[in-house]
């Protein structure tokens, strides 16, 4: 998934799915995708809002993006 295609998604009102958004922090973690466009997805999400959904799946792939604790 190519950030553009994210972008243009979200910014015409369409909802996000769970693989599009781990793919897009899985591929900004990598540095496949710089940070021109990752600017672009990051404007329309702050003017579009995200749905509850979107923003429970962002968060979940941010958290799981790098190194965790297992503190149990």
């Known amino acids: 998934m190519r950030a553009v295609d994210i972008n243009h998604k ?5 909802e996000l799915s769970q693989q599009e958004i ?3 922090i899985q591929g ?15 404007m329309a999400v ?7 959904e979107e ?3 962002l968060t ?3 958290a ?3 190194d965790t604790l297992d503190l149990t």
């Open 22 to 24: 781990e793919a897009f």
């Open 55 to 57: 923003t429970t799946h």
């Open 46 to 52: 702050y003017c579009r809002g995200m749905t509850p």
């Open 10 to 14: 979200q910014t015409g009102r369409g």
């Open 64 to 66: 799981y993006s790098g």
């Open 60 to 62: 979940a792939a941010m």
């Open 28 to 42: 900004y973690v990598r540095g496949d995708i710089p940070d021109l466009p990752s600017r672009g997805v990051c």
